[in-house]
Structures are given as C-alpha cells and as structure tokens.
C-alpha cells in the first residue's frame, strides 16, 4: 500500500469538506502531529521476535554438536587410557575393601 498516495487522498477529502464549529482548536494539527510519530513498539511482539531468534540459533548449535557427536574421531583411543582410568577408579574402593 502506497501510504503518501492514502495521505494525500485522505488530506484531499478532509479538506473538500471544512470542519464546523464543534472541532475543537487545532485538532488536525494534533491529528497530523501524532500520525508523524514513530509507530510505538509492542512488547509481545518484540518478545516474539527475539524467541524466534533464539531458536534459530539454538536449532544451528544443536545441529553443529549432532554432526561433531556423529563424525568417528580422527585417532582411535588406545585401550591403555581406558585401562588406566578403570584402575585410578577402582583403586580406592580396593583400598576401602582391604581395610574391612
């Protein structure tokens, strides 16, 4: 929609017909004035928008991290780091189980 062709239709029929006595002072100053603002922002909307956002980009990060979680890793792990870890775990309860 063309607004300044609305405008200036709207401006033309207003003035074909003149305002009578009950307008009061400057209404179409006032009028004019206030349609010249800025649009005034709702709040829900605003919220809406940056939601949408948000799951724009979580969607990309889940994404990412399910294409990294799927590639086979470049080195296979030796069964050494796997082993050393199992008895560092299990060392202690060996301890705890000897002294009873």
Request: proline fraction near 8%.
């Given at each position: 929609?063309k607004?300044?062709?609305?405008?200036?239709?709207?401006?033309?029929?207003?003035?074909?017909?003149?305002?009578?006595?009950?307008?009061?002072?400057?209404f179409?100053?006032?009028?004019?004035?206030?349609?010249?603002?800025?649009?005034?922002?709702?709040?829900?909307?605003?919220?809406?928008?940056?939601?949408?956002?948000a799951?724009?980009?979580?969607?990309?990060?889940?994404?990412?991290?399910?294409l990294?979680?799927?590639t086979?890793?470049?080195k296979?792990?030796?069964?050494?780091?796997?082993?050393?870890?199992?008895?560092?775990?299990y060392?202690?309860?060996?301890?705890?189980?000897?002294?009873?």
């Amino acid at each position: 929609m063309k607004y300044e062709a609305l405008e200036k239709k709207l401006l033309a029929a207003a003035r074909s017909h003149p305002p009578g006595d009950q307008v009061p002072y400057a209404f179409e100053q006032r009028v004019l004035a206030r349609l010249k603002q800025r649009p005034q922002v709702e709040p829900l909307a605003l919220w809406s928008q940056w939601l949408w956002r948000a799951a724009v980009s979580s969607l990309l990060v889940t994404l990412l991290a399910g294409l990294w979680a799927l590639t086979p890793p470049s080195k296979p792990m030796s069964g050494t780091y796997a082993d050393d870890f199992e008895s560092l775990v299990y060392a202690g309860l060996n301890e705890i189980g000897d002294s009873r």
